[in-house]
């Protein structure tokens, strides 16, 4: 998830740019770039790491002055974040650059071609392949100096979601930007005009924007804003005004960086989901450096992670177990190697970290490696340390996640753990080729029901309104329903600094019912009555159990359960959804009521006491 600007105008575009840059940085701190239109070329600077190094370079080697320019800062995907993998990217002769934000899916056919032709590549990225086939159309019969029926022609030969800006030495007074599955908006000025992946990175300037749609070209000069589809008819997109102004624009209007990432969830698991199946239908992870034979030999499979990545974890095992038929452990990263853990050559390691630099999660991969096992790691960070020490990787591509409370990194870790069961599965012979592109079809599904979440969560507000003075929460929930107990009862700890307590619903009658008193809030998540009817009429059974000894029941529950009505104080609904995918519905409610709750009681929501991003020492 890039940060992308673009500038027409009267103002100095260098001074516009990096603005934008400082209020994007939010969604991608591995490096920063910018070019500049100057006098028939192109002038460029960039810098790996965060936007600050890029500012400490300009200061020491100023660019001309230019009225018209671009700028990035990056989320590494593809290559790792180094000074030659930061955008903008130029083609052969440094006439075209190119800044990028998505996946191009079909880049490694297309860079082959073009190495083919004889063009040398100058990163490890896909991005630089645009650059040079927008090098190639412009000037080309029907194109001319047409820079964007150029970008028209090579976005029809991309596949993937990506946001592309890019300018050219020879039309020195516009930018041209393409839109496909991933964000883009337009700035409306007075004698300017801006591109950006999110308004904040102009509303210094202006508030009136410009909804450019999917599959749309626009073009933007100091004088104009035209915008077409990738065939070339023109388009006429939604203009509206910005209702907030700079002081949250780097909140993107959110009041708090965690509401903003819970907004952000139903791209984040749309991001995460894409490109993941071949030509052949086949699934395919990341970076795998083991053989199928490796993986078939695998006899056991362990779940190492910490927090909120633990309860990702303890899901991923219902997946595992019952897609490929191998047994699965799930542990706690800090309590692993200090338990002489039984590993050996056949055993997988699946090490579940957002940032890739958890201490606790990299010292168990270590221990698990010094014994033979191979390991997988999850991770949202491209690059860092658990997944360059892993034998294999899947990304999460959720973006930079500011809040300290893992939200939309914790929903993509969940869709990521049940690619990997069909992974595993696909390549053990467990699943058939159909049952796995049903479950992708549910999975791919996914994204609109977290929406339809998001647009219908208010009456959990109001909940959380009228249970602020409660002292005690507890939550409960039976199959992968109990990690999501587990994952609320963790949110509403971190964030309210409330008692809050989650349990496996079948053990209520072993203890814990006994915390069962007149007005005691229970959140319940119940399973999908399709399919596990025991499973979940058992549920319903504990409902009606803690009711008739006073508590007052929220119920979680799949729209259409007439089952659980008669017994729920308060219904909270999901679309309807496997209950093995459950967890990625069921989460959403649970954040957003965390997230009221510790607003109301007047507490921090995006850095709770004492809690840190990443935890990197033991």
Same mark, same amino acid.
């Given at each position: 998830?890039?940060?992308?600007?673009?500038?027409?105008?009267?103002?100095?575009?260098?001074? @516009?740019?990096?603005?934008?840059?400082?209020?994007?940085? &939010?969604?991608?701190?591995?490096?920063?770039?910018?070019?500049?239109?100057?006098?028939?070329?192109?002038?460029?600077?960039?810098?790996?790491?965060?936007?600050?190094?890029?500012?400490?370079?300009?200061? *020491?080697?100023?660019?001309? !002055?230019?009225?018209?320019?671009?700028? #990035?800062?990056?989320?590494?995907? #593809?290559?790792?974040?180094?000074?030659?993998?930061?955008?903008?990217?130029?083609?052969?002769?440094?006439? @075209?650059?190119?800044?990028?934000?998505?996946?191009?899916?079909?880049?490694?056919?297309?860079?082959?071609?073009?190495?083919?032709?004889?063009?040398?590549?100058?990163?490890?990225?896909?991005?630089?392949?645009?650059?040079?086939?927008?090098?190639?159309?412009?000037?080309?019969?029907?194109?001319?100096?047409?820079?964007?029926?150029?970008?028209?022609?090579?976005?029809?030969?991309?596949?993937?979601?990506?946001?592309? $800006?890019?300018? +050219?030495?020879?039309?020195?007074?516009?930018?041209?930007?393409?839109?496909?599955?991933?964000?883009?908006?337009?700035?409306?000025?007075?004698?300017?005009?801006?591109?950006?992946?999110?308004?904040?990175?102009?509303?210094?300037?202006?508030?009136?924007?410009?909804?450019?749609?999917?599959?749309?070209?626009?073009?933007?000069?100091?004088?104009?804003?035209?915008?077409?589809?990738?065939?070339?008819? *023109?388009?006429?997109?939604?203009?509206?005004?910005?209702?907030?102004?700079?002081?949250?624009?780097?909140?993107?209007?959110?009041?708090?960086?965690?509401?903003?990432?819970?907004?952000?969830?139903?791209?984040?698991?749309?991001?995460?989901?894409?490109?993941?199946?071949?030509?052949?239908?086949?699934?395919?992870?990341?970076?795998?450096?083991?053989? /199928? /034979?490796?993986?078939?030999?695998?006899?056991?499979?362990?779940?190492?992670?910490?927090?909120?990545?633990? =309860?990702?974890?303890?899901?991923?095992?219902?997946?595992? *177990?019952?897609?490929?038929?191998?047994?699965?452990?799930?542990?706690?990263?800090?309590?692993?190697?200090?338990?002489?853990?039984?590993?050996?050559?056949?055993?997988?390691?699946?090490?579940?970290?957002?940032?890739?630099?958890?201490?606790?999660?990299?010292?168990?991969?270590? =221990?698990?490696?010094?014994?033979?096992?191979?390991?997988? !790691?999850?991770?949202?960070?491209?690059?860092?340390?658990?997944?360059?020490?892993?034998?294999?990787?899947? &990304?999460?591509?959720?973006?930079?996640?500011?809040?300290?409370?893992?939200?939309?990194? #914790?929903?993509?870790?969940? $869709?990521?753990?049940?690619?990997?069961?069909? &992974?595993?599965?696909?390549?053990?012979?467990?699943?058939?080729?159909?049952?796995?592109?049903?479950?992708?079809?549910?999975?791919?599904?996914?994204?609109?029901?977290?929406? =339809? %979440?998001?647009?219908?969560?208010?009456?959990?507000? /109001?909940?959380?309104?009228?249970?602020?003075?409660?002292?005690?929460?507890?939550?409960?929930?039976?199959?992968?329903?109990?990690?999501?107990?587990? *994952?609320?009862?963790?949110?509403?700890?971190?964030?309210? &600094?409330?008692?809050?307590?989650?349990?496996?619903?079948?053990?209520?009658? +072993?203890?814990?019912?006994?915390?069962?008193?007149?007005?005691?809030?229970?959140?319940?998540?119940?399973?999908?009555?399709?399919?596990?009817?025991?499973?979940?009429?058992?549920?319903?059974?504990?409902?009606?159990?803690?009711?008739?000894?006073?508590?007052?029941?929220?119920?979680?529950?799949?729209?259409?359960?007439?089952?659980?009505?008669?017994?729920?104080? =308060?219904?909270?609904?999901?679309?309807?959804?496997?209950?093995?995918?459950?967890?990625?519905?069921?989460?959403?409610?649970?954040?957003?009521?965390?997230?009221?709750?510790?607003?109301?009681?007047?507490? /921090?929501?995006?850095?709770?006491?004492?809690?840190?991003?990443? %935890?990197?020492?033991?």
């Amino acid at each position: 998830m890039c940060g992308i600007v673009g500038y027409v105008g009267n103002k100095q575009a260098l001074d @516009v740019v990096l603005e934008g840059l400082r209020r994007l940085e &939010y969604r991608g701190y591995d490096s920063a770039g910018v070019a500049l239109a100057v006098d028939g070329t192109l002038a460029t600077a960039k810098r790996s790491g965060k936007l600050a190094n890029l500012e400490k370079t300009l200061a *020491e080697t100023p660019l001309p !002055a230019s009225t018209t320019g671009l700028g #990035h800062t990056r989320w590494a995907t #593809h290559g790792p974040p180094t000074d030659r993998n930061a955008h903008p990217h130029l083609d052969t002769a440094g006439r @075209v650059g190119v800044v990028h934000n998505g996946i191009i899916e079909n880049f490694a056919q297309l860079r082959s071609e073009l190495e083919d032709s004889g063009v040398a590549f100058e990163s490890d990225t896909d991005t630089e392949v645009v650059s040079h086939l927008l090098a190639a159309e412009f000037g080309s019969p029907g194109v001319g100096h047409d820079l964007a029926e150029a970008m028209r022609r090579v976005c029809r030969r991309l596949e993937g979601a990506f946001t592309l $800006v890019a300018m +050219h030495s020879d039309v020195p007074d516009a930018v041209v930007a393409a839109r496909r599955n991933s964000p883009l908006v337009v700035g409306l000025g007075d004698g300017e005009n801006f591109l950006a992946s999110d308004v904040s990175a102009f509303i210094g300037h202006t508030r009136e924007a410009l909804e450019v749609g999917d599959g749309q070209v626009v073009e933007i000069t100091r004088d104009g804003v035209t915008v077409t589809d990738f065939a070339g008819r *023109e388009c006429q997109p939604g203009r509206y005004h910005v209702d907030w102004d700079a002081s949250a624009a780097e909140k993107g209007g959110f009041d708090h960086f965690m509401l903003k990432e819970i907004a952000e969830q139903p791209k984040a698991v749309a991001d995460t989901l894409l490109g993941r199946i071949d030509e052949a239908g086949r699934l395919h992870l990341d970076e795998m450096r083991l053989s /199928d /034979d490796e993986l078939r030999d695998v006899d056991k499979i362990i779940v190492i992670a910490c927090g909120t990545a633990f =309860h990702a974890g303890l899901v991923a095992k219902y997946a595992i *177990e019952h897609w490929t038929r191998v047994p699965c452990e799930v542990e706690l990263a800090s309590e692993f190697r200090y338990r002489d853990p039984i590993v050996d050559r056949q055993t997988l390691v699946l090490a579940i970290s957002q940032s890739g630099e958890t201490m606790d999660t990299l010292m168990a991969v270590r =221990h698990a490696r010094e014994q033979g096992a191979r390991v997988l !790691a999850i991770s949202n960070t491209n690059g860092a340390t658990i997944p360059r020490e892993s034998d294999a990787v899947l &990304y999460t591509r959720a973006g930079p996640e500011v809040a300290v409370a893992s939200t939309k990194a #914790h929903l993509t870790q969940l $869709v990521a753990c049940y690619l990997v069961a069909l &992974y595993l599965g696909q390549l053990r012979g467990t699943k058939w080729g159909d049952e796995i592109r049903w479950v992708v079809r549910e999975l791919a599904e996914l994204p609109a029901k977290v929406e =339809h %979440v998001l647009q219908t969560v208010q009456p959990v507000r /109001d909940l959380a309104a009228s249970l602020r003075d409660k002292g005690s929460v507890l939550f409960i929930g039976r199959h992968v329903g109990y990690p999501v107990a587990l *994952e609320g009862a963790l949110k509403l700890k971190e964030l309210a &600094y409330m008692h809050a307590e989650g349990f496996a619903a079948g053990e209520l009658k +072993h203890g814990p019912i006994a915390l069962i008193e007149p007005g005691v809030p229970v959140v319940v998540i119940v399973p999908s009555p399709r399919g596990r009817d025991v499973l979940h009429d058992k549920v319903v059974s504990n409902i009606q159990e803690i009711r008739a000894r006073g508590a007052l029941t929220v119920v979680i529950a799949e729209e259409g359960d007439d089952a659980v009505k008669p017994y729920a104080d =308060h219904l909270v609904t999901l679309p309807e959804c496997p209950t093995l995918l459950q967890p990625v519905l069921a989460t959403v409610p649970l954040q957003v009521f965390a997230a009221e709750m510790a607003r109301l009681r007047g507490f /921090d929501v995006d850095q709770p006491r004492n809690l840190a991003k990443s %935890v990197t020492v033991e």
